[in-house]
């Protein structure tokens, strides 16, 4: 009842200020018209005045109405700095706490039981570090005052400290505020407006939301730093450690602008792309594609013939493959670069100290001024009973285990649905293997529109691949040489017998060994970063898989040039990391290659949408080629031609995406597509025809028929 009553009470409050306009006496110009009126007031009546001006700010702070920077500003006009300052200090603070008590008992209870779950995290948050938190907020003018009061009424927070803190958080706005009232009250003529102290309090207003926030990051750094003890000078400027896509082109752009860095990796360089991932199997689904070319030559008016796989040399070629890569991203290149390379064990001793333990030669310590962590991932191996026993190989693994086999693996076991495990059963297949493959999801290739993750799973079932989803691995049992997997969907257990197991099942982030905990770096799945990829550390950056949300090798360079440029040069400008234009794709056949919002992606998140779709079966490039199987997908803002997503399914589609991502990288519509010449005859034309399905939709028909006439009467 309580509740009820206290809620009516300010909606009452609420509707009679708008009813009535009282808005209209909350601005500079009417506060100039009484300026006399209020100066009377407080010669003759000083207490009645200032207590009618603190009940006044204290009712509106409470119901969270508009006006407070007039007020404040009427503050210092009619009493004063230190009056004024005072006066809303005090006001502003205790209708906080109203604002934030009424929030709480109000709202509160109701709000944590539907969305408790969403709260959790800042609950958790604010009473780690609620104060400094709220303090930042209070701060910082850019967060509106009145949110703060009744958001934070709706979490865990002490009222105690809720006021304490707001009132010291909010003490230099006050004053800067109060300050330029006190200027405004000067103003008689023109010419007031030129003079110095007003000037002055202009200026303050202007430069106090950038003053605050350069405080609290000097604040976060104080406290984050404070039981370091930092170095007189530096070895380095930038220490990366891992040799992956990230950590090259990290160590790469520092070389490039003549800073000193030295790059750490203890194993291969080139990381995972160059060595278990993206290259390797390139490799083998070239190889695997041939195969399949020559099963089925047919279709192009050639004799069809058994392709004859000398599995050895399939593995030795991909071998060589990546040797022919190596120099690359060899040891011997970045040195030339300028990058001082150790091949060893990195450990960060403290926000400043790198310890190598050298595969050659004793452990070395250096000085840095920043770090970038890109120490990608490996693969996640599930937690199966009787997996040890029956024998697998992951991602990394196969291309070694799998050199020494003669023929590809009769009967090859896939566990994962991915892209990495789409791929993986396509290629054996086409190379002779019996593949069975199960996911645990309802579907394969879950970050795609149903009917793309259909479309790939009906080719992979049509060349002889078992796909099983929404299937549980129970357990492998080993019995003599026997192998097998006993999977389980809704209640009922299958048996899948095999000679290889492969687990691709995706890929954890490396996050132990080199001294996260001992700096107290925040990790869940990865590196906790801000925008700009710092850590907890502002000199500490985490890029590539390490640090997500992409475990893509392109996005790892992407966030390298982020992290090296916000280390090297921070100081003077930082860049956010951008990733509103991430493409991916997937290289079955036909490839799967998107960028933006998927269909089920805009669904999910109530975003308003428009499909263009045009079928690589009427494009001539694709009948020419016997490649007709797929789509382009573009989804628009209703009405716009602004692309919101792209989804290419089809050959070749991660090299047609390409258009997609520059247009949208830089605003440009569909209507540039449909404008920009494509040679004939390409499969590249697929873009401009489902631009111009767009424009056929779009086309203007009450028009139309206006035009009809016109040729009509053209031809009379």
């Not at 599995?311 to 190596?326: D, H, L, N, P, Y």
């Not at 196969?398 to 076991?413: G, I, M, N, Q």
């Not at 997997?485 to 000679?499: A, P, S, T, V, Y």
Request: glycine share 8%; with cysteine; proline share 4%.
């Amino acid at each position: 009842m309580k509740k009820v009553f206290l809620a009516l009470l300010i909606l009452a409050a609420i509707i009679a200020f708008v009813a009535l306009d009282l808005g209209r006496f909350l601005t500079l110009d009417s506060l100039k018209q009484a300026k006399g009126t209020l100066a009377v007031w407080q010669t003759n009546a000083p207490w009645l005045t200032a207590a009618g001006y603190f009940g006044l700010y204290v009712a509106m702070a409470a119901l969270s109405l508009p006006g407070a920077a007039v007020m404040t500003l009427a503050g210092g006009a009619i009493f004063g700095l230190a009056e004024g300052t005072l006066l809303v200090s005090f006001a502003s603070s205790l209708g906080a706490v109203l604002a934030f008590g009424s929030a709480r008992l109000v709202l509160r209870d109701s709000v944590q039981r539907r969305v408790g779950d969403r709260l959790k995290a800042v609950n958790e948050g604010l009473a780690k570090d609620g104060v400094f938190y709220l303090f930042t907020l209070r701060l910082v003018p850019a967060f509106p005052f009145f949110v703060v009061n009744l958001l934070l009424g709706l979490t865990s927070i002490r009222l105690r400290t809720f006021y304490w803190v707001s009132q010291l958080g909010m003490l230099p706005a006050s004053i800067v505020f109060v300050y330029a009232g006190t200027q405004l009250a000067r103003i008689q003529r023109l010419s007031d407006v030129a003079s110095p102290r007003l000037l002055l309090a202009f200026t303050l207003l202007g430069m106090f939301p950038l003053i605050a926030r350069g405080l609290v990051r000097a604040l976060q750094k104080r406290r984050v730093y404070a039981r370091w003890q930092r170095p007189s000078g530096f070895d380095r400027n930038l220490v990366v450690i891992g040799a992956g896509a990230a950590g090259l082109i990290s160590a790469y752009i520092a070389a490039t602008v003549r800073a000193k860095v030295t790059l750490v990796e203890a194993h291969r360089m080139g990381g995972d792309c160059l060595n278990y991932g993206c290259v390797p199997s390139k490799a083998l689904i070239r190889s695997a594609t041939l195969a399949y070319q020559m099963a089925h030559a047919d279709r192009y008016g050639i004799e069809p013939a058994a392709p004859r796989v000398n599995f050895r040399s399939v593995m030795a070629r991909i071998q060589e493959v990546i040797r022919t890569i190596e120099p690359h991203d060899s040891v011997e290149r970045y040195t030339q670069l300028g990058v001082d390379v150790m091949k060893g064990y990195a450990r960060i001793i403290d926000p400043w100290t790198v310890e190598v333990a050298l595969n050659e030669g004793d452990p070395r310590r250096l000085t840095t001024r920043n770090i970038v962590i890109a120490t990608g991932a490996s693969p996640s191996v599930p937690s199966l009973p009787g997996l040890e026993d029956v024998g697998y190989v992951t991602t990394d693994t196969l291309w070694e285990e799998f050199s020494a086999l003669e023929a590809p693996p009769r009967r090859l076991a896939i566990l994962g649905g991915g892209p990495i495990g789409c791929e993986l059963a396509q290629s054996f297949a086409r190379l002779g293997s019996t593949v069975t493959q199960v996911e645990i999801l309802p579907r394969i290739l879950m970050r795609e529109d149903e009917e793309v993750s259909a479309f790939v799973r009906a080719r992979l079932e049509a060349e002889g691949v078992s796909v099983f989803t929404d299937h549980k691995v129970l357990r492998a049992e080993k019995h003599a040489d026997a192998k097998a997997l006993i999977i389980e969907h809704q209640g009922n257990l299958k048996r899948i017998e095999f000679d290889a197991l492969i687990c691709a099942t995706g890929r954890t982030a490396r996050l132990k060994g080199y001294g996260l905990e001992t700096l107290g770096i925040e990790t869940d799945r990865t590196i906790h970063t801000n925008e700009f990829l710092e850590t907890l550390y502002p000199n500490i950056f985490a890029v590539g898989d390490v640090a997500g949300p992409y475990q893509l090798t392109h996005v790892a360079a992407h966030q390298a040039w982020y992290a090296s440029v916000n280390a090297l040069f921070g100081s003077v400008k930082k860049f956010k990391a951008d990733y509103s234009t991430i493409p991916w794709s997937t290289f079955t056949d036909p490839e799967v290659g998107r960028v933006g919002l998927s269909e089920q992606e805009a669904k999910q998140r109530n975003v308003p949408y428009e499909v263009a779709r045009y079928e690589l079966k009427e494009l001539d490039r694709a009948i020419a080629d016997s490649a007709t199987e797929g789509f382009v997908k573009i989804l628009t803002v209703p009405g716009k031609d602004r692309i919101l997503g792209v989804t290419i399914v089809g050959r070749h589609a991660g090299d047609l995406l390409a258009e997609f991502v520059l247009a949208m990288k830089h605003g440009l519509g569909l209507a540039k597509v449909l404008g920009t010449i494509h040679i004939y005859p390409t499969l590249a034309e697929a873009n401009k025809f489902a631009a111009g399905e767009w424009r056929r939709a779009h086309a203007p028909q009450r028009l139309l028929p206006w035009v009809a006439r016109y040729h009509a009467w053209m031809r009379a």
